[in-house]
Structures are given as structure tokens and as C-alpha cells.
């Protein structure tokens, strides 16, 4: 006879390129479910703490790169909520390069969806992860979509967005982000616009749920 294993929560990667549309794929996952019943956690909330650091300093960091992430306070958080304990989740403001003296209380959830460029490039954080997607978009179409969008809401100049690009968002892709889609359960091109993948992933969520009960 196998002993029954104890419950987890089941952790959803939602990995890719910066602009390929894994926010928009997991809040479409997440807003689906309006009553609550599912946790979304930003690998972007979890960059490191920069208050110490001036503006000057903060520009200047490669954000694209492994060690520009807080990953042992993400993986922490993590553990605990598969322990069904409450984390005290960051806020990230983009316009500060910092996180905001604020954080969220996050009750666990059943199912987590964790979001972020690097999320599958740290075995031990990849490892607590049972669904990994890879949102596949083409590159000159992420491109496009940073510009606007870093512009619009992240306080950018067009020449910053730029420079930023071909420096360091470009390099680090390659190297770290794009061979992470090896690990991947599922790809999904195109991202938030193709509904077949999400609405498979909705349906995945909801099967889960249902088993448990909630
Ligand atoms: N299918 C799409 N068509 C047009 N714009 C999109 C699409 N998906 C995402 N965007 C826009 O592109 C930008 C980046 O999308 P987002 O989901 O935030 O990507 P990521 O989380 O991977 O950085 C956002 O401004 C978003 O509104
Ligand atoms: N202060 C910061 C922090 C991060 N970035 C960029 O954000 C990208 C990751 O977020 P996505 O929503 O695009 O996945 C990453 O490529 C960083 O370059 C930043 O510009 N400034």
C-alpha cells in the first residue's frame, strides 16, 4: 500500500521574455478565477532592495540578470506558502528601481501562479515549480511592445528603452532566459492572444481546484 501524499499547493512558472505576455496570460488565468481562489506572485516584486543605492546607482543595475533578484526571500516566501503559511508579498515600483516600503498580505492559495523573465533559470526555485509555461513571442514584437509600454508605464524615455535593450535585455535573454525553455511543460506563442493556451491552463486550474474542493 503507497502512503497518501500530504497536500501542496501546486506552483504554475509562467516564464519568457520581458514584453512576450506572461502578465497578460497569468492574470487572465488569475482574473478568471474572481472569487480569489488562486495567488499571483510577481518574480519583478522580489528585485533586490536598492534603497541604500542613489538613482544614478539604480539606472544602472542589469536588471536582466540573475543576481539583480532577491531569489532566496522569493524561494522563502515560496516554501511558505506551499506550508499554507501567509507571506508578506513586495511592491515593486519601477519609476523608484526599487521595491515600495509597502507590502501586500498574502493569504496561501491552492494554486500559485509565480510570473517573471527568470523564474526557471534557478534550479531551486525551477524545482518548486510543477507546471512550467514558456510564453514564446517573437523578438522584434517584444521589442515593440517594451518600448510602449516602459514609456507609458514605467516612467522611460525612448532612448533609455533603447540603450537598455541592446546593453542588457537583449544580451541576458540569450544567455539566461531563452534556454530556460528547455524545462517547459508547455510553450505557448503569442502569448495573452492565444486563448486555446489559456483557456487550457484555465481549465487545468479549475480541475485542480475542484479535486480539492474549493
Ligand atoms: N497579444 C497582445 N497584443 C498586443 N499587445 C499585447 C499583447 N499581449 C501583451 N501586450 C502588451 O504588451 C506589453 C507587455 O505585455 P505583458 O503581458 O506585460 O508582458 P510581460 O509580462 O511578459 O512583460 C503590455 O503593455 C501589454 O498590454
Ligand atoms: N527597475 C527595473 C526593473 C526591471 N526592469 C525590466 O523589467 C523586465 C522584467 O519585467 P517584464 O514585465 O518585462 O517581464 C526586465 O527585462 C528588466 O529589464 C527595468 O527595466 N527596470
Same mark, same amino acid.
Given at each position: 500500500?503507497?502512503?497518501?501524499?500530504?497536500?501542496?499547493?501546486?506552483?504554475?512558472?509562467?516564464?519568457?521574455?520581458?514584453?512576450?505576455?506572461?502578465?497578460?496570460?497569468?492574470?487572465?488565468?488569475?482574473?478568471?478565477?474572481a472569487?480569489?481562489?488562486?495567488?499571483?506572485? =510577481?518574480q519583478? @516584486?522580489?528585485?533586490?532592495?536598492?534603497?541604500?543605492?542613489?538613482? @544614478?546607482?539604480?539606472?544602472?543595475?542589469?536588471?536582466?540578470?540573475?543576481?539583480?533578484?532577491? %531569489?532566496?526571500?522569493?524561494i522563502?516566501?515560496?516554501?511558505?506558502?506551499?506550508?499554507?503559511q501567509?507571506?508578506?508579498?513586495?511592491?515593486?515600483?519601477?519609476?523608484?528601481?526599487?521595491r515600495?516600503?509597502?507590502?501586500?498580505?498574502?493569504?496561501?492559495?491552492?494554486?500559485?501562479?509565480?510570473?517573471?523573465v527568470?523564474?526557471?533559470?534557478d534550479?531551486?526555485?525551477?524545482?518548486?515549480?510543477?507546471?512550467?509555461?514558456?510564453?514564446?513571442?517573437?523578438?522584434?514584437?517584444?521589442?515593440?511592445?517594451?518600448?510602449?509600454?516602459?514609456?507609458?508605464?514605467?516612467?522611460?524615455?525612448?532612448?533609455?528603452v533603447?540603450t537598455?535593450?541592446?546593453? %542588457?535585455?537583449k544580451?541576458?535573454?540569450?544567455?539566461?532566459?531563452?534556454?530556460?525553455?528547455?524545462?517547459?511543460?508547455?510553450?505557448?506563442? =503569442?502569448? &495573452?492572444?492565444?486563448?486555446?493556451?489559456?483557456?487550457?491552463?484555465i481549465?487545468k486550474?479549475?480541475?485542480?481546484?475542484?479535486?480539492? &474542493?474549493?
Open positions: 500500500m503507497t502512503e497518501e501524499q500530504p497536500a501542496k499547493p501546486i506552483v504554475i512558472g509562467v516564464t519568457g521574455g520581458t514584453a512576450s505576455g506572461k502578465t497578460t496570460v497569468s492574470r487572465a488565468i488569475f482574473d478568471h478565477f472569487d480569489n481562489s488562486i495567488l499571483l506572485l =510577481e519583478d @516584486a522580489y528585485y533586490n532592495d536598492q534603497t541604500e543605492m542613489t538613482m @544614478a546607482q539604480r539606472r544602472a543595475v542589469n536588471y536582466d540578470h540573475p543576481l539583480a533578484f532577491d %531569489t532566496p526571500r522569493l522563502a516566501d515560496l516554501e511558505k506558502l506551499l506550508h499554507y501567509a507571506i508578506e508579498k513586495p511592491v515593486y515600483d519601477y519609476k523608484l528601481f526599487n515600495s516600503t509597502e507590502t501586500i498580505l498574502q493569504q496561501p492559495k491552492e494554486v500559485i501562479i509565480v510570473e517573471g527568470l523564474i526557471l533559470d534550479p531551486r526555485l525551477r524545482d518548486l515549480m510543477d507546471i512550467k509555461v514558456f510564453v514564446d513571442t517573437d523578438d522584434d514584437v517584444r521589442v515593440i511592445r517594451r518600448i510602449e509600454r516602459d514609456i507609458k508605464d514605467r516612467g522611460r524615455t525612448l532612448e533609455s533603447i537598455q535593450y541592446l546593453t %542588457t535585455v544580451p541576458m535573454y540569450h544567455q539566461f532566459v531563452e534556454p530556460t525553455k528547455r524545462y517547459a511543460d508547455l510553450i505557448v506563442p =503569442e502569448g &495573452g492572444a492565444n486563448q486555446v493556451a489559456v483557456d487550457l491552463l481549465t486550474v479549475n480541475s485542480i481546484l475542484v479535486q480539492r &474542493g474549493k
